[in-house]
């Protein structure tokens, strides 16, 4: 399995796409007697809004508590949810291009030592 490693920008780009994804999945619920859609409230469960303004800060300590951050949640996440972000942000796996294609940026690799 591979696994990305990311930088603080990186990983806000990640992580204002995961918590994108994770609104996007709704589940009913009734209100008043009437069954309504809810936008999912993972990413809050996650505290996504915390990382994510972690890695917004302009100091330098925040941004890399809000690395550490995401770097914990990111391996727990699905194969399917990582895949998604991953898709969103742009990043793609060199492995699966065709040999004329002259994109040159790879999905970084985790430094297993993290």
Request: zero cysteines; proline letters at 7%.
């Amino acid at each position: 399995m591979e696994l990305e490693t990311f930088t603080p920008e990186t990983a806000l780009e990640a992580a204002i796409e995961l918590r994108r994804v994770l609104a996007a999945r709704t589940h009913r619920r009734k209100v008043l007697g009437q069954e309504v859609l809810v936008p999912g409230q993972l990413g809050e469960a996650l505290q996504l809004p915390r990382t994510i303004n972690r890695l917004q800060s302009k100091q330098q300590r925040q941004r890399e508590l809000g690395l550490d951050d995401f770097q914990e949640l990111w391996p727990t996440l699905s194969p399917t949810t990582r895949e998604k972000v991953l898709n969103g942000i742009g990043w793609y796996d060199p492995k699966e291009l065709d040999w004329e294609d002259k994109r040159s940026n790879r999905r970084p690799v985790v430094d297993p030592d993290n």
